[in-house]
């Protein structure tokens, strides 16, 4: 049964380009959450799929949008790519938000 | 901020004693949950405790919940060196949806 799955694992972007994070939720799972982790701090809730619809955002700008697919897959798309975009993305899958989420090994933004 | 904050930032003990992290939240909470996360890779869902429990086990593992004092404690036993590893509480405030990270704990386990 396969976890959830993240990519690309690593990617280095330069300041003002756009990037495309994708996600395969856990077998089972109808729900996508991103989060944004910096270096030394806790995860930040960017948002939250469900039935392909944005169900729920953080306090993030609308250069952070994203997308889920009928299969539940999901992308996370940034526009303007800005030094401090620079961090560990996280998705996060889940049963509808029941119980414990389950979390992907993480995408590593590089903003030069 | 509804952001959970974990006490303390680093702990480093030996193997074979027990460890002891605490967080602190602000608002009303409908679960609390611990995750687990090595060197900056994915979190590992440790344990969920419900608003209205007070105390979970799961393995080596306890959790205690103190909704009046708006706090949690997870306590490892019995550590190992597998343990080192940044511990985070996360709340969920009765959405459902939306999870609240700490800072975290930076175990360390020295064997």
């Known amino acids: 049964d396969a976890g959830v799955t993240q990519s690309p694992t690593h990617l280095i972007k330069t300041r003002g380009q756009q990037v495309t994070l994708r996600c395969s939720p856990k077998?089972?799972?109808?729900?996508v959450s991103w989060y944004q982790q910096a270096l030394g701090q806790g995860p930040q809730f960017i948002f939250q799929?469900?039935?392909?619809?944005?169900?729920q955002r953080g306090n993030f700008p609308d250069r952070f949008s994203g997308h889920q697919f009928p299969n539940y897959s999901s992308e996370l798309n940034v526009n303007a790519l800005l030094l401090g975009d620079s961090a560990l993305y996280l998705c996060a899958s889940s049963l509808n938000g029941l119980y414990g989420y389950t979390f992907g090994s993480g995408t590593r933004l590089t903003v030069v | 901020s509804q952001q959970g904050e974990e006490d303390p930032q680093a702990l480093s003990i030996q193997e074979g004693e027990n460890a002891t992290m605490n967080c602190s939240y602000k608002t009303s909470i409908n679960n609390l949950q611990w995750y687990r996360q090595n060197s900056g890779r994915g979190l590992v869902h440790l344990i969920l405790?419900?608003?209205?429990?007070r105390e979970k086990h799961s393995g080596r593992l306890r959790v205690t919940l103190d909704t009046s004092k708006k706090s949690s404690s997870l306590l490892i036993t019995a550590s190992r060196a597998a343990d080192t590893a940044s511990y985070f509480c996360a709340t969920d405030p009765n959405t459902g949806n939306q999870f609240y990270f700490g800072t975290g704990t930076s175990l360390t386990v020295i064997p």
């Open positions: 077998s089972g799972h109808d729900t």
């Open positions: 799929y469900y039935e392909e619809e944005e169900r």
């Open positions: 405790i419900r608003s209205n429990e």
